[in-house]
């Protein structure tokens, strides 16, 4: 699911629920502005997104493609520090503190 996408489910769960964005701000407490960017697809802080589940009840994993910055998986980047940095391995202890002398 793409960003508009998840915008376009906060919009249907608020019009769905029979607010308005001036409902959500008074009994929310969040700017209509603020709101209606979001239900474009713009993104948001992990704080909103928290929030944004417990009123919704949208999954934190659905809201999570909202997340301000980039989105790259922890195994996606473990893969690339890996190809990017091969493990060394030494045949012996002696082998291993010559090569540590070496770089000193």
Known sequence: ????????LIREWRMGSGLTTR????LYHICRASWNCWERGDVMS??????MNEIT??????????KKGPTVSLSK???????????IVFKDTDTYLKTIERYK
Do not use: C, F
């Open 77 to 87: 980047l473990a893969q690339e520090y890996e190809e990017t940095h091969p493990t």
């Open 23 to 26: 409902d959500i701000e008074r």
């Open 57 to 66: 009840g949208i999954s934190i994993d659905t809201l999570s493609v909202m």
């Open 46 to 51: 992990p704080k909103w997104i928290s929030r």
């Open 1 to 8: 699911m793409n960003k508009i996408e998840v915008g376009s």
